[in-house]
């Protein structure tokens, strides 16, 4: 069994008699059962009965407040989420069901994934049909110019030394404005913000929904283009357009406002571009501030993927430009100093 490596020893031993207390079990065990990019680590329970999850959310770090009132509007909504058996909210402690190892990510190929995103496509019209509560986050103009600044200043100038000049600003910043701009103008809906592959988990009545507590308010094409798009997985284009048009028709059929298919497939589009020059940053800055290097090893996943689509769009054409004289020569002079 594994134990967390950087975890304070009074940590461990406390969550470790507060599974038991909760389990009813003074002998269960924990083993590391995932970790996320955040402060947050699940464990898995073995002893006399069914196995269960504890989520371990430092309060002085991670609040645990926020999943558990998404979970709730989420469950509300018949999305399937997992379910909590036991908590201690100021400690920062869950208790929740096992859904199983595997995520979606590690058992999806390219046989099964048209019946795997068929069944994600509903778990997702499901969430974006719920009306938000007041005081609901939005995806709005602070939130994307904070997205914009991830990638100028984590992945162009602290990963790739890049110092752009005045014109070369001046056309990131048109694009970047652009992109803005078309997610702001979409209608909007919830929006899990990370709905991919890797967070769901293929169970009968699911997928179900994991890491739903950054939801938001905000523009609807965000949610598909993030799952058939995702940071660990690829697709052809082909297939990725042929879902995009499914998941087009049954959002149609479920009443959620999206606009004529071409329209909504540039804006998936545009928005794919958006995230995946967001993401780029947060990886990069993971590496650096954070000391998790491990994300960079997908970093081409993104430039494949900008380097897809930019050609299709000419409104993005001078992203396209700095990608090609920029981004990829330092991507080569790191690869071959490496």
């Given amino acids: 069994m594994t134990t967390e490596p950087d975890a304070p020893p009074v940590r461990s031993l406390h969550r470790l008699q507060w599974a038991r207390d909760a389990l009813g079990d003074p002998r269960a065990i924990l083993e590391r059962a995932s970790v996320d990019a955040g402060f947050r680590s699940y464990w898995r329970s073995h002893g006399t009965g069914a196995s269960r999850i504890v989520m371990d959310s430092p309060p002085q770090q991670e609040d645990v ?178 879902w995009l048009a499914r998941y087009h028709a049954r959002a149609q059929e479920a009443g959620i406002a999206v606009p004529a298919l071409p329209v909504f497939q540039r804006d998936a589009d545009w928005l794919g571009v958006q995230r995946h020059l967001k993401i780029l940053g947060i990886f990069a800055r993971l590496h650096y501030r954070d000391a998790k290097s491990k994300y960079l090893a997908d970093v081409p996943r993104f430039i494949a993927y900008l380097e897809q689509v930019l050609p299709r769009h000419p409104q993005l054409q001078s992203l396209d430009a700095l990608l090609q004289s920029r981004i990829k020569p330092a991507l080569a002079r790191q690869a071959a100093r490496a």
């Avoid at 558990?68 to 036991?86: F, K, M, Q, T, Y």
């Avoid at 991830?150 to 048109?174: P, S, T, V, Y």
């Avoid at 919830?190 to 699911?206: E, K, Q, T």
């Fill in 65 to 242: 407040r926020p999943w558990l009132r998404i979970r709730d509007l989420l469950e509300s909504g018949e999305v399937r989420v997992p379910a909590v058996l036991a908590r201690d909210v100021d400690a920062g402690f869950l208790l929740l069901e096992d859904l199983g190892g595997p995520t979606l990510a590690q058992v999806i190929d390219g046989d099964n994934a048209d019946l795997h995103f068929d069944a994600a496509i509903g778990q997702l019209l499901k969430l974006q049909k719920i009306a938000p509560p007041p005081g609901m986050g939005r995806f709005g103009e602070a939130l994307l110019q904070r997205d914009a600044g991830l990638f100028e200043e984590w992945f162009l100038r602290r990963h790739l030394g890049l110092q752009l000049d005045c014109a070369e600003l001046e056309h990131l910043e048109l694009v970047q404005r652009r992109l803005m701009d078309n997610a702001l103008g979409q209608p909007h809906v919830l929006v899990h913000r990370d709905f991919m592959p890797r967070n769901l988990m293929p169970v009968a009545d699911g997928p179900a929904v994991l890491d739903f507590q950054d939801t938001v308010i905000g523009p609807v094409a965000y949610d598909a283009i993030s799952l058939f798009k995702d940071a660990f997985l690829s697709w052809p284009l082909p297939r990725v357009d042929a």
